[in-house]
């Protein structure tokens, strides 16, 4: 049996006359950019998300580039971010010209909330916690951390579709959230999109205005803004997706079950779930020591497995201007050499993943 990492092919097919009829006609209507299906989409996610606001941007990387730049935040400034997570997370920081100021990470692989307050100073302007793998952060500690000292909060939910920690969803406790619908996102379109959401109207009307030249009235631009536009066909098939959105969960948070029950060897360390989360399952992460001789063992069994993510963004060529040496934030770099993604996508069957199990059940 040959297991890929992931496929899309089998959640299209599951709705694929709903998928088409929603593209045929967004392309039948002759309207492609900030239209009906935009505006429907916006509404639709910001009621599911449970915020006042939804934009649809053009990606998820956009969507922080943007939500920085609403706050204010650039120059001279200071973020602070988890020093795991995916490098687009700081990239929204650094572009706006601000400094990323890195926490390390707990047990969950989540910014480990006891270290953040060490790293606070007069120049720190947010805090941006990432839901990565789609659990979570403990955002009763963050926002308590905020609002003591005054600082913003913009929640990476790129990963997080659905999460909630203690029966909230993500993307509702900060001033703003960004959301990617990269294909392999959990809500993903057929090509790049993404939205930010907030109940704060100004920053509402800002973000419009950015994502659009900065512009409210055509050809009347009020700042240099971008063109970051959710389109209207992924937008179209967004509706559509999002309807499923909580069938699609369920699936993968079943796979993720079957694997944390019947997973069993000494050499494997399950991933840790917070009882006060519900983990939306975007990856399934273990541990293990010797990750190569894994990753050969599973490939051997035609099974397809991946490392998000192998290099710390701190220590990536990208950011080697920030000079950041290795050995500070030792959780991080644990995880980097240890982690391993299985495969977990919708329209896995049952036998697909109890082969899975029963190969990593027989890794010696
Ligand atoms: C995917 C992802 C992003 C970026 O989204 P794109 O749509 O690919 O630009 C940002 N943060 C995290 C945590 C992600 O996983």
């Not at 650039?74 to 700081?90: C, H, K, L, Q, Y």
């Not at 047990?107 to 941006?128: Q, R």
């Not at 913003?152 to 993307?171: N, P």
């Not at 309807?243 to 399950?270: D, G, H, M, V």
Request: net charge negative; with cysteine.
């Amino acid at each position: 049996m040959k297991i890929p990492f992931g496929t899309l092919k089998r959640q299209y097919d599951m709705h694929k006359d709903e998928y088409e009829n929603a593209v045929l006609e967004s392309m039948r209507s002759g309207w492609y950019i900030l239209g009906e299906k935009v505006s429907a989409f916006e509404e639709a996610f910001a009621s599911y998300t449970g915020t006042n606001y939804s934009i649809g941007v053009g990606n998820g990387l956009d969507a922080l580039i943007i939500s920085i730049r609403a706050l204010d935040i650039g120059i001279g400034d200071e973020v602070i971010v988890p020093a795991n997570t995916f490098i687009a997370s700081v990239m929204g920081v650094t572009i706006n010209g601000a400094t990323p100021i890195f926490v390390d990470c707990d047990k969950y692989s989540l910014i480990d909330v006891d270290k953040i307050e060490e790293k606070i100073t007069a120049k720190t302007k947010a805090i941006l916690p990432v839901h990565l793998y789609g659990q979570s952060c403990n955002m009763e500690k963050i926002m308590e951390i905020a609002k003591k000292n005054n600082l913003y909060v913009i929640e990476d939910c790129a990963q997080s579709h659905g999460a909630t920690f203690k029966d909230e969803k993500t993307g509702t406790f900060g001033d703003i959230s960004c959301f990617s619908f990269y294909p392999g996102k959990n809500l993903g379109c057929f090509g790049d999109g993404g939205a930010i959401n907030t109940s704060d109207e100004k920053l509402y009307n800002r973000i419009k205005m950015l994502r659009n030249y900065g512009s409210e009235k055509k050809y009347h631009n009020k700042e240099v803004g971008y063109n970051s536009r959710l389109d209207e066909i992924q937008a179209a098939i967004l509706l559509v997706k999002l309807r499923y959105l909580e069938e699609l969960t369920i699936e993968r948070e079943n796979i993720a079950k079957k694997y944390l029950e019947n997973i069993n060897n000494e050499n494997i360390k399950l991933p840790e779930i917070s009882k006060n989360c519900r983990h939306v399952w975007h990856l399934f992460v273990i541990e293990v020591e010797n990750r190569d001789k894994f990753q050969n063992y599973m490939q051997s069994k035609n099974i397809d497995t991946m490392i998000h993510y192998p290099i710390p963004p701190y220590l990536s060529e990208a950011y080697s201007y920030l000079n950041i040496k290795r050995g500070i934030y030792t959780n991080t770099e644990k995880l980097s050499e240890r982690i391993v993604s299985l495969p977990i996508y919708n329209g896995m069957t049952n036998e697909e993943i109890f082969y899975v199990i029963e190969s990593i059940n027989n890794y010696k």
